[in-house]
């Protein structure tokens, strides 16, 4: 490869990729504006009044904001050393899917209003904020929730195990016109019951049932705590680091630490100038 593609490379991958630059963070900006203003275009679109007066406005906009995004999302492929690597990324399976239903609705009518999808890259807000605490706070949170992954779903398998022996049990006492009709019936006023939502739509009448049904419900208070407090111990394990928006241009990962000169994953150079 060339220096001055090289050079060109590394300073594309600077623009699109960092946030602790000027031109990083003016370009992350003029993204985000965009991302807002096609959400609302979406939106608008869905409102018939709107969608009959300015029906080639919404299109030609939505095509132009479109093709912008399509001209990024290949400067993000080209300016990485494993474009793969971002294609299966979490953040390039969302800059994907924001771009794919506008061309899919050349062959499906309805699907450009999953156009909305693209509100998904306003994640990206953090990094335009440059500030490592927050930065490291969003890491620190996501590495609690997957460390607590098996204690919460043995949790919420749990939760799920006494939601069919209520639901059951309801389906059992109460007669069909209450609505216990199946215990599948059962089972969905147990959740709902158990989550403390309470549609109203089933309602057990007899003394027995309405007894039951107050023990779910105090159960459902004491139950919403269990993954807070499981989460909550996670995060008091963790240590917090300073880290910045440096992203690795060889396996995509970011949450460095500040002046790191080698990536804590691949231990690639971060850069290559």
Same mark, same amino acid.
């Given at each position: ?27 992350d900006?003029? =993204?985000l ?6 959400v ?5 679109? !869905?409102?018939? !009044? ?14 132009? %904001? ?10 993000r492929?080209?300016?990485?050393? +494993? /474009?793969?690597?971002?294609?299966? !990324?979490?953040?390039? @399976?969302?800059?994907?899917? !924001? %771009?794919?239903? +506008?061309?899919?609705s ?16 306003? =994640?990206?807000?953090?990094?335009i904020? +440059? ?28 939760? =799920? ?11 059992? @006492?109460? /007669? ?48 919403i ?27 995509? +990962? ?20």
């Open positions: 490869m060339s220096v001055k593609k090289s050079y060109w490379r590394h300073r594309l991958h600077e623009i699109i990729y960092e946030a602790d630059t000027k031109t990083g963070k003016a370009f900006i003029i =993204l504006f965009l991302i807002i203003v096609s609302i275009l979406v939106a608008l679109e !869905s409102v018939e !009044s709107f969608r009959v007066n300015y029906n080639d406005f919404l299109n030609i906009s939505e095509w132009i %904001i479109t093709i912008v995004f399509t001209i990024e999302y290949v400067l492929l080209i300016c990485v050393k +494993k /474009p793969i690597k971002f294609v299966v !990324s979490l953040y390039g @399976i969302i800059d994907l899917l !924001s %771009i794919i239903p +506008k061309y899919i050349l062959l499906f009518f309805g699907t450009q209003y999953l156009g909305a999808l693209r509100a998904l890259r306003l =994640l990206r807000v953090f990094r904020m +440059k500030m490592t605490r927050y930065i490291g706070e969003s890491n620190t949170l996501m590495k609690a929730l997957i460390a607590s992954r098996v204690k919460v779903g043995v949790f919420i398998f749990s939760v =799920l195990v006494i939601c069919i022996i209520f639901g059951t049990l309801m389906y059992m @006492i109460e /007669p069909d016109e209450s609505g216990f009709t199946s215990i599948p019936e059962g089972i969905y006023w147990s959740i709902v019951t158990l989550t403390t939502v309470g549609y109203g739509d089933i309602a057990p009448i007899t003394p027995f049932g309405q007894f039951i049904a107050a023990v779910i419900m105090i159960m459902g208070y004491g139950i705590a269990v993954p807070t407090g499981i989460v909550t111990a996670e995060l008091s394990e963790k240590s917090k680091i300073s880290s910045n928006t440096q992203a690795c241009p060889h396996c995509m +990962k970011s949450d460095h630490q500040d002046n790191a000169i080698y990536c804590h994953h691949c231990g690639e150079l971060l850069n290559d100038e």
